[in-house]
């Protein structure tokens, strides 16, 4: 059965920081990776897809990396923004089935 | 701009109740899944389909919820009796047929009384 953890639970950095969010599942027969951003009482949106045969994926600030033979993915954001705000969750989506289990999220707060 | 839609976006009802929740997926995608979020217990995949036939509804309460594609434009899902516990944000999404990248829609904010 997979399982999704994302570490840190909660993170507050200054702006202007470079950081990066852990995500790392027990299971690597996986179909993809996303992340998602979620603002608080809104829907998610997705930042990021990685196929499972990629190792890395940009947009902007943004870098995603997979390691699938370690079970991990990190989301590196480049000079932190207040805007930067919000809830950043994984989820990983598995090839028998393509069921989707998503990670309970890190809270990102950046201080101005 | 394709957008995932839901329907309604606030519900507020009593036990004992029946709610019908309604998800349009974006034109083109083979694929809708629908979610339940709470605080407790985060994001949980409730039932996902693929070119409209059901593949896994392992997440749902069967004795209560159903969900059903009538046709490739229209998902719903369906709480019959509603409790208290069923109190949630119930999100739609679709899928891209190839990447299977997916798309959330806005939610429906579920309390039931």
């Known amino acids: 059965k997979q399982e999704v953890t994302q570490i840190p639970a909660a993170l507050s950095v200054p702006e202007g920081e470079n950081l990066v969010l852990n995500c790392s599942f027990t299971d690597s027969a996986i179909y993809n990776l996303q992340w998602f951003r979620q603002d608080p009482g809104k829907g998610l949106t997705s930042l990021l897809l990685i196929q499972s045969s990629q190792r890395e994926q940009t947009s902007g600030r943004l870098n995603a990396s997979l390691d699938k033979s370690s079970g991990r993915s990190t989301l590196y954001i480049a000079a932190s923004q207040p805007g930067d705000s919000a809830t950043y969750l994984c989820a990983v989506t598995g090839t028998g089935g393509f069921k989707t289990i998503f990670g309970a999220g890190t809270r990102l707060f950046v201080k101005a | 701009d394709a957008r995932v839609t839901q329907t309604p976006r606030h519900k507020v009802t009593e036990m004992g109740q029946e709610v019908t929740m309604r998800c349009q997926p974006i034109?083109?995608?083979?694929?809708v899944f629908w979610y339940r979020q709470t605080m407790m217990q985060g994001l949980e995949l409730l039932a996902y389909?693929?070119?409209?036939?059901?593949?896994?509804d392992s997440g749902m309460p069967k004795d209560r919820f159903s969900a059903e594609m009538p046709d490739a434009t229209l998902a719903t899902l369906k709480i019959q009796p509603s409790e208290p516990r069923d109190s949630a944000v119930y999100f739609c999404a679709s899928g891209n047929r190839i990447s299977y990248e997916q798309y959330f829609g806005p939610g429906t904010r579920l309390t039931v009384t």
């Open positions: 034109l083109g995608h083979n694929t």
């Open positions: 389909f693929r070119n409209r036939a059901p593949l896994d």
